[in-house]
């Protein structure tokens, strides 16, 4: 459990705010969206035949990660 005190004082001491926060999950958001398409357009590629349920996977999976920055937004600009 210090772990977690530690970082809350290393954040408190360098005056890190919600707009690092923000980057870090958007950039994160990114790298995953990215990766789901990239995923989802080689399985279509192995298997056309299963468009539909790719298609349909690939935007749950995207629309989750997605929810990730859309956290962060909200922590950002409610100062936490």
């Known amino acids: 459990m210090i ?3 530690m970082i809350a004082q290393a954040v408190a001491a360098s005056g890190i705010t919600g707009s690092f926060t ?3 999950a958007g950039a994160g958001a990114a790298l995953g969206i ?4 990239a995923k989802a357009v080689e399985s279509v590629g192995r298997n056309p035949g299963a468009f ?8 749950i999976g995207m629309a ?5 920055a859309i956290y ?3 922590r ?3 100062n936490q």
């Not at 990215?34 to 398409?37: L, P, T």
């Open 3 to 5: 772990i977690p005190t």
């Open 22 to 24: 923000l980057a870090i």
């Open 34 to 37: 990215g990766m789901i398409g």
């Open 52 to 59: 539909g349920r790719v298609l349909t996977l690939a935007i």
């Open 64 to 68: 989750l990660a997605e929810s990730i």
């Open 72 to 74: 962060a937004l909200i």
């Open 76 to 78: 950002a600009f409610s």
